[in-house]
């Protein structure tokens, strides 16, 4: 049996995880730095690196203790190395490699978004490929035809905004504070989603694409009036309880009707779902009554593999068995053109 050390350090949380080559968790470990950007209401990409870097070793330390292992144990090295901000994926990058020459052991880079997916077939406990792919985050909304473990074929993204951005836009623009998506979801659970008709773009289009910031601009006009570009947020009360509901309605809506729409394309029988925004537990529920309506098995893993976590890095068990190992030269990648 071989163990793996994994590390992620992409955005705003500094994770690490031990799995062993079946894939099975032993641990996973995140450490969140929501509280050092809430207040700049966004992450600040050098106050991420710098606190990956002060953060990145107890992590690991905490990982290694939690799995019950030592780092003499570990037989391979797994880091996401693309996409992420520049500076916060080159404190992990950096940190795998020393790992990986100092133990002597193969180095693996592991895409980020891909990993999003792999996080489904930890929850599965079995093989779930060839399936859609549906990944929801803060910097991607994409749909994939996965016929395979290492096979992720783009068929669908977003023209604009992704929709986890929305939702920390809109969020902002309602005045919930950061991080956005889970503030967002909270205020909506008081409000009616019909009370606004805010826009469901490319719903009807045969094209798998996604676009929110119609969606985005509509919310700005709701609060603000057309002429008021720059409104002030809306009070707590039903007026804004209702926005948020009504945004939150049509981000789920487009997502499950395109997710369906592939569904019916590709003619997969599985549908993946991944991300921080597949912690939203409206979207996940309608998409299990579609996928039921469809008679399609839905794998969608619990809250925690959903957010950022180094446990998704196991798709580096698929690089393994084939043999599919980085140099000393692995680069971290901060965007990867994910246009078809
Ligand atoms: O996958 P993730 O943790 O990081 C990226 O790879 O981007 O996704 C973060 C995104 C953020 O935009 C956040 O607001 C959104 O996921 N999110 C949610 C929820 N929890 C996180 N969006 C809607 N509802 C939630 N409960
Ligand atoms: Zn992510």
């Given at each position: 049996m071989t163990l793996f050390l994994a590390i992620e350090t992409s955005c705003d949380e500094t994770a690490a995880a031990v799995f062993t080559d079946e894939p099975r968790v032993l641990s996973s470990v995140v450490a969140s730095q929501t509280d050092l950007h809430a207040r700049f209401g966004g992450v600040v990409p050098e106050v991420a690196a710098r606190a990956h870097l002060q953060r990145l070793l107890p992590v690991v330390d905490d990982a290694l203790r939690q799995a019950n292992v030592t780092l003499a144990d570990i037989g391979c090295v797994a880091v996401h190395h693309t996409p992420g901000l520049v500076g916060a994926l080159l404190v992990g990058v950096t940190a795998a490699k020393m790992f990986s020459l100092a133990l002597g052991v193969p180095?693996?880079?592991?895409?980020?978004?891909?990993?999003?997916?792999?996080?489904?077939?930890?929850?599965?406990?079995?093989?779930?490929?060839?399936?859609?792919?549906?990944?929801?985050?803060?910097?991607?909304?994409?749909?994939?035809?996965?016929?395979?473990?290492?096979?992720?074929?783009?068929?669908?993204?977003?023209?604009?905004?992704?929709?986890?951005?929305?939702?920390?836009?809109?969020?902002?623009?309602l005045g919930l504070g950061f991080p956005g998506g889970p503030?967002?979801?909270?205020?909506?659970?008081?409000?009616?989603?019909?009370?606004?008709?805010?826009p469901r773009s490319m719903i009807h289009d045969e094209r798998l694409d996604f676009s929110f910031s119609?969606?985005?601009?509509?919310?700005?006009?709701?609060?603000?009036?057309?002429?008021?570009?720059?409104?002030?947020?809306?009070?707590?009360?039903?007026?804004?309880?209702?926005?948020?509901?009504?945004?939150q309605q049509a981000v789920?809506?487009?997502?499950?009707?395109?997710?369906?729409?592939?569904?019916?394309?590709?003619?997969?029988?599985?549908?993946?779902?991944?991300?921080?925004?597949?912690?939203?537990?409206?979207?996940?529920?309608?998409?299990?009554?579609?996928?039921?309506?469809?008679?399609?098995e839905l794998i969608i893993p619990?809250?925690?593999?959903?957010?950022?976590?180094?446990?998704?890095?196991?798709?580096?068990?698929e690089s393994y068995r084939l043999g599919r190992f980085a140099g000393l030269d692995l680069d971290a990648m901060p965007s990867l053109e994910y246009r078809q």
């Open positions: 180095l693996i880079g592991v895409n980020h978004v891909h990993g999003h997916l792999y996080a489904c077939r930890l929850a599965a406990g079995h093989d779930i490929f060839p399936c859609v792919g549906l990944v929801v985050s803060g910097g991607h909304t994409l749909l994939f035809d996965c016929p395979s473990a290492l096979t992720f074929r783009v068929v669908g993204s977003t023209l604009d905004d992704a929709a986890g951005e929305a939702f920390d836009k809109v969020a902002a623009l503030a967002l979801e909270r205020e909506a659970a008081s409000g009616n989603p019909k009370a606004f008709k805010f119609g969606l985005k601009t509509a919310v700005l006009y709701s609060v603000g009036g057309q002429n008021n570009a720059r409104p002030a947020a809306p009070p707590p009360g039903p007026f804004r309880a209702d926005i948020a509901a009504g945004f789920v809506e487009v997502l499950v009707s395109k997710a369906r729409q592939a569904l019916r394309e590709l003619g997969h029988e599985r549908l993946a779902v991944g991300g921080g925004v597949a912690a939203n537990r409206p979207f996940r529920e309608a998409l299990g009554r579609m996928c039921e309506a469809q008679g399609v619990p809250m925690s593999l959903c957010t950022d976590n180094a446990a998704m890095a196991a798709m580096a068990v």
